[in-house]
Every structure is written in structure tokens, then in C-alpha cells.
């Protein structure tokens, strides 16, 4: 296949890139680099199905020639981002998805939108399927990424419902890998960043928030099987396996034999208390599951920082 992968430079996107490319198809890797890195792709671009466009989707978007699938991964994610940069966040929620949306309905392409596990918001069920509509502050620091995200799946169903698109929407939870940025104020990377330099683990709240953490290349081979798959509506990619923060902080430290002490701060606002994947609808569509560990996943990401 030709497959458009909007946020190409990206933390996922940069994965998602090298799999598709891995298994064949072509790929046109589409942006801006507001949080996207070219280091993360610069080992692609000797290959002749590769190619790069600097580009914000959030404004009209054109790709010349046949396309047969386009992925919407572009948008900033991180904890980091919401305060710093929110109108963006939103734009590319909003205007980016329906600007990609017109591309893939334009060349007749099958659309897939990376959503988030944060339209769930701090639930009230647990763990969440798909059919949960979510508890979100939609006015709260979060509530700009939560929304776009919110804006972008209705968007999606109404381009598939009114203009007959075919759509997929995926709905990812915590993921973790190499090519994370240092900076971006998640648990994961901030953990490891701080054990690896010897400086306090930063545990906001008392640690008791949980999370599921996904290895990327189980994140990615999912997204790769919803793709290839015929369901339309949304489906959770995560690990199932819900840890607390501080069991988290106690597997970075014993991954990286850090001597680092765990330093307590206040909870940021809108937290989430619990997140945790119900994947049985990935697992009867398609047999997915995730295969990595949390030590191994850990280990292989802090090799990566060691040696960024």
C-alpha cells in the first residue's frame, strides 16, 4: 500500500513508519516537527518508499498521486504540552483530522485516527471498554487534548456515516519506548531521564495512581492489525497489566541500578486515579495482546536514553 502517516517524526509515528515500511508498503510521512524530531526517521530516508513532507496539518493538506490508507498520528500527547501548547493541540484535533479526513475521502483511502485512552478521562469504570463514554473536564488543563481527541473520533464516525469513508479509530493507552522525548513530563521518561542522571524520581500525589504501559512494537503491531482489520468503530491497543506509579518508579530504579531517591510532589489537577485497558475486543478481532514486559520494555528504553 501508499499509507499518508501524519506526526511521521514522531514518537509513534516514527514506529509506525518503520512497519509499514518493514512489511512493504510505501510510506509519505507528513510533520511540522513541533514535537517531532527528523532524528527519529533520518535512518528512512535512503529508502526509495520513504518520503518527507514539513508540513502542519492543520492546515489543507495535498499528497500527490494514489493513497491508499492514511493514519492520523499527528498531535502533541505529553503532559508537557497541554499548558504550553494548547491551541495547537487543538487545531490538529480538530482541523488537522478534518483536513486528513478530506485527503482519504478524496483518494478513496481507508482513514485510521489515533485517539487516545484520554476520552475516558478519570473513569468511573474499570477497566475501560470501548462502549465507555468517559468522565472528562472538558474546561480542566487536560480537557484540550481529552476534547480534540473527543472531537476528532465524531468527526471520523460522521465522515464515515455521511460521506461513506472507511474509518478505523484506535484508542491508545500509555506507551513507552525508544525515540520518547527526554522532556516530554511523562511518567516513563521522566522516571528514567532522572534515575539515569542520579536525580530525585519525581512521584506526583502518593504514587497510588495506577497506569498500563505498553510496550511500542505491541502498541504498533496493534495498530497495524486494526488497520488490516474490517471494524470500524473504536478499539483500546494497551497493556492490560496496571501498575501504580510508585511500582513504576521501583522497576525504572532496579532497570537502571539508580541509587536515585523518590521524591513526592502535588498531584497535577484532572489525574486520573486508575487507567487500564479492556482489550478483549482487540483480542476476539484480531488476537492481539501485548508480548513485552514492563522490565524488558524498561531496559531497552533506558539503553536508548544512555545512549541519546
Known amino acids: 500500500m501508499r499509507v499518508v502517516v501524519t506526526g511521521g517524526a514522531g514518537f509513534l509515528g516514527s514506529h509506525l513508519c518503520k512497519a509499514l515500511l518493514a512489511r512493504g508498503d510505501e510510506v509519505v510521512a ?13 535512518s528512512l530516508f535512503g529508502n526509495a518508499r520513504f518520503t518527507f513532507q514539513r508540513h502542519n496539518v492543520s492546515t489543507y493538506v495535498h499528497v ?27 487545531k490538529v484535533g480538530s482541523l488537522g483530522t478534518h483536513h486528513t479526513l478530506g485527503l482519504a475521502k478524496d483518494k478513496g483511502a481507508r482513514y485510521l485516527l ?32 481529552d476534547e480534540a481527541k473527543r472531537f476528532a473520533e465524531a468527526m471520523t464516525m460522521a465522515y464515515h456515516r455521511h460521506h461513506a469513508v472507511d474509518v478505523r479509530i484506535v484508542r491508545i493507552f500509555n506507551t513507552f519506548g525508544p525515540s520518547m522525548r ?48 474490517d471494524y470500524v468503530g473504536p478499539v483500546n491497543i494497551g497493556n492490560p497489566n496496571e501498575y501504580t506509579i510508585l511500582e513504576l518508579a521501583e522497576v525504572v530504579l532496579a532497570v537502571t541500578g539508580s541509587p536515585s531517591p523518590v521524591e513526592f510532589r502535588p498531584l497535577p489537577v484532572d489525574d486520573p486515579a486508575q ?6 475486543l482487540a483480542q476476539s478481532l484480531f488476537s492481539w495482546k501485548p508480548e513485552v514486559d514492563l522490565h524488558t520494555g524498561l531496559a531497552r528504553t533506558a539503553e536508548y536514553f544512555r545512549s541519546a
Open 30 to 42: 507528513i510533520d511540522n516537527l513541533l514535537t517531532g524530531s527528523l532524528r527519529n526517521i533520518e
Open 64 to 90: 500527490s498521486g494514489e493513497v491508499d490508507a492514511v493514519l492520523h498520528f499527528a498531535s502533541p500527547a505529553s503532559p508537557a504540552d497541554f499548558e504550553r501548547i494548547p491551541i495547537p493541540i487543538l
Open 114 to 145: 489515533a485517539s487516545t485512552s484520554e476520552v475516558y478521562g478519570d473513569p468511573l469504570v474499570h477497566p475501560q471498554p470501548e462502549t465507555y463514554w468517559g468522565n472528562v473536564n472538558p474546561i480542566g488543563p487536560r480537557g484540550v487534548y
Open 182 to 229: 527526554p522532556d516530554d513530563g511523562r511518567a516513563v521518561s521522566n522516571f528514567l531521564v532522572q534515575a539515569l542522571a542520579g536525580k530525585p524520581i519525581t512521584v506526583y500525589g502518593d504514587g497510588s495512581q495506577t497506569r498500563s504501559f505498553c510496550y511500542v512494537d505491541d502498541e504498533v503491531r496493534g495498530f497495524l492489525a486494526l488497520l488490516d482489520s
Open 275 to 280: 487507567r487500564r485497558p479492556d482489550i478483549s
